[in-house]
């Protein structure tokens, strides 16, 4: 995975007609770079743990007659 820094001493102010610019911007990234950020503004919705995150193990004991 990439490692992500957030330079929070820049805050760049923007309007809804800005759109074409922020659509310019992404139609010039590569799909693999979309990708890329994609997975990241996921990572920070929703948390990242490597450690815990695994598929969960279940095991169902089914008596037969």
Do not use: C, N
């Not at 010039?28 to 990708?35: G, Q, Y």
């Not at 193990?57 to 089914?62: E, P």
């Amino acid at each position: 995975m990439v490692d992500f820094r957030l330079d929070k001493t820049v805050i760049q102010e923007s309007t809804l007609e800005a759109q074409g610019d922020d659509r310019a911007f992404w139609f010039s990234k590569t799909p693999d770079e979309r990708m890329i950020a994609l997975e990241h503004l996921r990572q920070v919705v929703y948390g990242y743990d490597p450690a815990t995150e695994r598929l969960q193990r279940i095991l169902t004991v089914v008596e037969r007659p």
